[in-house]
């Protein structure tokens, strides 16, 4: 089943043309990935989902709804969370009310301490660091509190925009064995990542995307094999 269809969008920022006519699908149940260079409009085509950036043209779809016509907030009241890159955490604010920040919507108290246990679950860290500010912690623990705070959402739909960005290798792999984890429990996983190999090794789907237009489709292990993305991407 299609969770959320992009059809033909045209985003701006100004006079300068962000988004070519991109058209995208994500199914239920699938890890998608939109790899490619810096500036190729990765992070803007999350932006126009989340509803940050308007659209001139085109359609999206999110469970058969039509996005353009909500506010932002009300797309992800809709069950889309949007993890945003460089994390956006609320520094001054400790992991615990930062958590609870993306539970904002939510007024029963027990589904909220049902989530966070579960955001505790799969990064313990957090719990060891439950009243520590936000701001001092580590660039890999921020990480997992941008995605504790979407997961508190309960999101249906979790978009992840560069969640390996300045991160050690280690955290990487942590990071990365969580989103494989999330998807096998059933969460549908929108990926924008600079890392292709990482992202099209766990990628169900994937996009490639260059100056705004799409230029390539296929599943993950196909375009990992794929000569010209390893010239580009994996080389």
């Known amino acids: 089943m299609t969770l959320l269809k992009l059809n033909e969008i045209n985003s701006f920022y100004g006079g300068i043309q962000a988004l070519k006519n991109i058209s995208l699908e994500v199914n239920e149940g699938e890890i998608v990935t939109l790899i490619g260079s810096n500036g190729a409009g990765k992070s803007t085509t999350l932006k126009t989902i989340s509803g940050q950036v308007k659209p001139k043209s085109g359609e999206i779809y999110y469970k058969n709804q039509d996005l353009l016509k909500l506010p932002t907030h009300n797309i992800a009241l809709k069950g889309i969370a949007?993890?945003?890159?460089?994390?956006?955490?609320?520094?001054?604010?400790?992991?615990?009310?930062?958590?609870?920040?993306?539970?904002?919507?939510?007024?029963d108290k027990k589904i909220i301490k049902e989530r966070l246990?579960?955001?505790?679950?799969?990064?313990?860290?957090?719990?060891e660091r439950i009243d520590q500010k936000g701001g001092t912690m580590s660039?890999?623990?921020?990480?997992?509190?941008?995605?504790?705070?979407?997961?508190?959402?309960?999101p249906s739909l979790l978009m992840l925009d560069e969640p390996s960005m300045g991160l050690a290798p280690i955290i990487v792999e942590q990071i990365f064995e969580i989103i494989e984890q999330l998807n096998s429990e059933g969460m549908t996983i929108l990926l924008v990542e600079q890392n292709a190999y990482q992202a099209l090794q766990i990628a169900h789907r994937g996009y490639v995307i260059q100056t705004g237009e799409i230029q390539m489709v296929g599943e993950g292990k196909t375009l990992m094999n794929n000569e010209e993305v390893k010239k580009a991407y994996l080389a």
């Open 82 to 107: 949007h993890v945003p890159e460089g994390r956006k955490i609320f520094s001054k604010l400790t992991v615990k009310e930062n958590l609870e920040m993306g539970a904002f919507s939510v007024k």
């Open 117 to 127: 246990e579960r955001v505790f679950n799969y990064f313990p860290r957090l719990r």
């Open 139 to 154: 660039g890999g623990e921020q990480q997992m509190l941008a995605i504790g705070r979407a997961l508190m959402m309960g």
